[in-house]
Nanobody, 124 residues
């Protein structure tokens, strides 16, 4: 069992930055690949980024590539999403998720555990 708690969301102007954190509790955090997803009102949940359980492999949605960076700190059982050059279309609730395998996925249905989400609002 893994519990995930996101933090770091907020209101920021376009062009600004935010860093989201996802703190994991439970055993074997290092055995889980992690992902970030987001959901805007009226839209389906969409993939943002994923990182392998070692941290050596990352993958991004085209919409955030070059602006967002996913990373993890095994000592702190935490995954981060550094978001730079934010745009109004990045406004959404951001969720972190965990899947017990080496490499993550862009498909939300493959993840086993989810956090409660944190709101990110980017004003124009």
């Amino acid at each position: 069992q893994v519990q995930l708690v996101e933090s770091g969301g907020g209101l920021v102007q376009a062009g600004g930055s935010l860093r989201l954190s996802c703190a994991a509790s439970g055993r074997s955090f290092g055995s889980y690949a992690m992902g970030w997803f987001r959901q805007a009102p009226g839209n389906e949940r969409e993939f943002v980024a994923t990182i392998s359980y070692t941290g050596g492999h990352t993958y991004y949605a085209d919409s955030v590539k070059g602006r967002f960076t996913i990373s993890r700190d095994h000592a702190k059982n935490t995954v981060y999403l550094q978001m730079n050059s934010l745009k109004p279309e990045d406004t959404a609730v951001y969720y972190c998720a965990a899947v017990r395998r080496t490499i993550g996925s862009s498909r939300s249905a493959e993840y086993d555990y989810w956090g409660q989400g944190t709101q990110v609002t980017v004003s124009s």
